[in-house]
């Protein structure tokens, strides 16, 4: 148990070696010689904790994946009323994978589902299980009255899914802030659950500490 024990804990340190690498030198220079270094192992050594490099990285990324969903889970308080949650996830979505890169390691491997299906399974699990938090929510808002969606719910979670994906790359990339994208994506979901924009907004700024955008 012990051996199995030190195993794992030795592939978890080598997961961690990939993410760094990845979130520093991007996916290309995440190969597994500067995999290897970061953890202080040969790279023959890590081939004895993990089948291939392909491995390491899918490991990397799921860890990642796993990451970024505790972060929307923990914005999340059981109390909170439907427009409230919607504005934690709102904001958690744009801003929480951002100050330990975990949001800059799952884009710098969104282009590998073209031709890797491991990638892509994870990267379809992750988006599958952000359209799931956000379809309960406008469920729990309809259902409250606090709600009028103008579109089928599910097609407003994939909405604001992908809408959400694409403006966390702006951040990423330097060309939009933060503040915006929190705005745009709070005008967007008011608009499409007939929610006061200024009540979202607000509630959307407040957990991010920083006033509207105007």
């Known amino acids: 148990m012990a051996k199995v024990h030190k195993k794992e804990i030795r592939r978890q340190e080598i997961v961690a070696a990939a993410q760094a690498v990845a979130a520093r030198d991007g996916a290309e220079g995440a190969t597994l010689r500067a995999i290897a270094a970061e953890a202080g192992m040969a790279a023959n050594a890590v081939l004895y904790y993990f089948g291939s490099h392909a491995e390491i990285i899918a490991a990397a990324v799921h860890a990642s994946s796993d990451r970024f969903l505790e972060k929307l889970d923990e914005a999340i308080d059981p109390g909170m009323g439907p427009t409230a949650r919607l504005a934690a996830v709102i904001s958690a979505g744009t801003t929480a994978g951002l100050d330990d890169?975990?949001?800059?390691?799952?884009?710098?491997?969104?282009?590998h589902m073209l031709r890797d299906p491991e990638q892509r399974r994870i990267q379809e699990e992750l988006t599958a299980a952000q359209e799931r938090i956000y379809r309960d929510i406008i469920d729990a808002g309809t259902l409250s009255g606090e709600f009028s969606p103008v579109l089928d719910p599910a097609r407003i979670a994939r909405t604001l899914v992908a809408q959400e994906d694409g403006l966390v790359m702006d951040v990423l990339a330097g060309s939009a802030s933060s503040e915006y994208v929190l705005d745009l994506m709070g005008s967007l979901a008011a608009a499409l659950l007939g929610v006061k924009e200024e009540i979202l907004l607000g509630l959307v700024s407040a957990r991010n500490g920083s006033s509207p955008a105007a």
């Open 101 to 111: 890169d975990v949001s800059r390691i799952l884009y710098e491997y969104w282009p």
